[in-house]
């Protein structure tokens, strides 16, 4: 099958009279497109320059495949302008909180821009994102891991940083330690914990902190959202670790800043598929990290 580089390269050739106007034309080195038009005429069998020391032309079969070539390449930059004037595909996935905060507005500005465009959006935590977005089932996914939790596999994936969001220590009032120096998770080995429903994962950040800090937290309670937590820490059942964005207001807990271990964090990328060249991922990761900042 014809590399469509290569025949560029080509017809390059005969538009320019030379193999170095032609790597021009193409953003390369005259090596590289002199190596280019070598595996071209290899792949097809047949000789299409003539290369001297100081010229080079096409034969009468490099003629032919410029003239059919220039049909080829016009089809293809056709298609590809239909296929954008059309609007093309971007297919979302985010997390709860990313996508109240800045993933439905940014997704609401891309539609005011390009009404044609086919959206669609799911909410997904990233346990789930990454791997239906390994399998090509959406495009772009916002997800986020907790600092320490391990690295998650991101074969085939590129991620970038959004914004990465610093945790704190929610206490009820009788448990705030005096002064105002920032405690480590460590000094409440003691007490009942509230964290969230998954024990594994990207989500498991009471575990890892725990952990981290040399010991086991005692998990009396788990909820899914940080409002539920925060209820339960106002209500006297335990401690828990919040992101402070998260934290509306302060009634009936006390937020203590975190000592160690470092890196306490919650950091929210976009994550997409490597060499995925769809246009609306890029405008999308710009208008998200805009939001963001």
Known sequence: MLNTRRLHLLVAVADTGSIAGAAAAAGCSAAAASQQLGILESDLGVPLLERTARSVRLTHAG?????????????LASAEQEVHSSGGRLRVAAFATATTRFVAPALGAMRRRHPALRLTFTELEPEAALPTLRAGEIDVAVTHRYAPSPEPDLRGLVQSPLVADPMVLAVPPRLRPAGD????????????????????????????????????????????????????????????LILRSAVT??????????AG??????????????????PAIGELRRELTRRVR
């Not at 003239?67 to 089809?75: K, W």
């Not at 207001?249 to 975190?258: Q, V």
């Open 249 to 258: 207001s302060l009634a009936g807990i006390a937020l203590l800043e975190i």
């Open 181 to 240: 120096a920032p405690v480590r998770p460590a000094d409440f080995a003691d007490a009942e914990w509230i964290a969230a429903r998954a024990e594994s994962g990207f989500q498991a950040v009471t575990e890892s902190v725990a952990r981290a800090a040399g010991f086991t937290a005692r998990i009396s309670h788990r909820a899914d959202s940080y409002q539920a937590v925060l209820a339960l820490v106002a209500a006297d059942l335990g401690v828990a």
């Open 261 to 278: 271990p470092p890196n306490i964090v919650r950091q929210v990328q976009v994550t997409s598929r490597r060499g995925d060249r769809n």
């Open 63 to 75: 003629e032919v495949l410029v003239e059919r070539g220039r049909g080829i390449l016009a089809d």
